[in-house]
């Protein structure tokens, strides 16, 4: 089970990326199964966050789909000099501020305390990743697919807290969950 969730935000990216990528090289050839596939993965809008707060949110978001499917393709291929400037270009892009004075901001822009902390582990996860490839060995190839696999489960817990309220989604719960994994 440890097993499965660890590998299971990864796995899920890893098929997106392969679908895009045969769905784009199938472009033109008349391939007669490509409807089938679906044109591409999408977010759906948060339960709970009012539009001033997401709107602060998605403005630091829009590149981290690009530049993580080039992320994943350069640790498949072992291309260590792209993981490792991708994983930079991730956890140097601008992020949200947390405000100094958190009772001042008015409370439909409020950003979920869970959210700064899940942006800080992203972008400690992703300076880990960043320092194994530019240091690594052929035989320790596994640890930068584990270590991409932690930037993976990153995003999908900050998408999780995005989307679903959780009445208790203070800093240490969120830590203490993903440190239970
Ligand atoms: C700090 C929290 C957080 C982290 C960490 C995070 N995301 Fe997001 N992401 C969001 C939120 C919130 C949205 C939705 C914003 C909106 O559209 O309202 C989003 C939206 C997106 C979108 C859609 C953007 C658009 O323009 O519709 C992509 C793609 C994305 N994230 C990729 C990633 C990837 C890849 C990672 C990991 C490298 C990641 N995100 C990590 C919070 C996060």
């Not at 981290?64 to 498949?76: A, C, F, K, N, P």
Request: aromatic fraction near 6%; include cysteine; proline fraction near 6%.
């Amino acid at each position: 089970m440890k097993f499965l969730t660890r590998w299971i935000a990864p796995g899920m990216l890893l098929a997106f990326g392969l679908a895009a990528c045969q769905t784009s090289s199938g472009q033109g050839q008349g391939q007669s199964n490509k409807a089938a596939r679906p044109a591409s993965a999408k977010m759906p809008t948060s339960t709970y966050l009012p539009p001033a707060a997401r709107e602060k949110i998605r403005k630091t978001m829009r590149a981290h789909g690009d530049d993580m499917t080039v992320l994943m393709w350069s640790i498949i291929f072992l291309d260590t000099e792209g993981a490792s400037e991708f994983a930079r270009v991730i956890k140097d892009q601008p992020w949200l501020e947390r405000p100094a004075n958190p009772e001042a901001v008015p409370a439909d822009e409020r950003v979920p305390e869970a959210i700064y902390v899940l942006q800080e582990q992203l972008i400690q996860r992703a300076n880990v990743l960043a320092g194994l490839a530019d240091g690594l060995e052929k035989q320790r190839a596994a640890k930068l697919a584990e270590a991409f696999g932690q930037v993976a489960q990153t995003c999908v817990a900050c998408h999780a807290a995005y989307l679903y309220e959780s009445k208790d989604a203070s800093a240490k719960d969120v830590s203490d969950e993903l440190s239970a994994q």
